[in-house]
């Protein structure tokens, strides 16, 4: 399972840092990342880090938002800066494992909400 923490409302321009821990049975956590949902939009990527630490951001948080894990403790954070209004959403963590099975299942988290308003 996927535990978030760290969500919250900042005025804009403010910063917030959201966590991640993953839990479970699973031999390996591959990609991690986080998604993102506007009331009435569709979910989105927002980022995300492979196991070798490469990331890809969506165009719309280049150079404010930064993705990092820890792969000794299976974490995984986004540090959002410089946040912007259209920054308002629920943010979920996702992880892709594979399992001692030698299958791969996706993990989600439960949601954390950031409100970016003054």
């Known amino acids: 399972q996927l535990v978030e923490s760290g969500g919250g409302l900042v005025q804009p321009g403010g910063s917030l840092r959201l966590s991640c821990a993953a839990s479970?049975?699973?031999?390996?956590?591959?990609?991690m990342g986080w998604y993102r949902q506007a009331p009435g939009k569709q979910r989105e990527q927002v980022a995300s880090i492979t196991d070798g630490e490469g990331t890809v951001y969506a165009d719309s948080v280049k150079g404010r938002f930064t993705i990092s894990r820890d792969n000794a403790k299976d974490t995984v954070s986004l540090q959002m800066n410089s946040l912007k209004p259209e920054d308002t959403a629920v943010y979920y963590c996702n992880a892709h494992v594979e399992t001692y099975s030698l299958t791969f299942e996706e993990y989600w988290g439960q949601g954390t909400q950031v409100t970016v308003s003054s």
């Open positions: 479970g049975n699973y031999f390996a956590i591959n990609a």
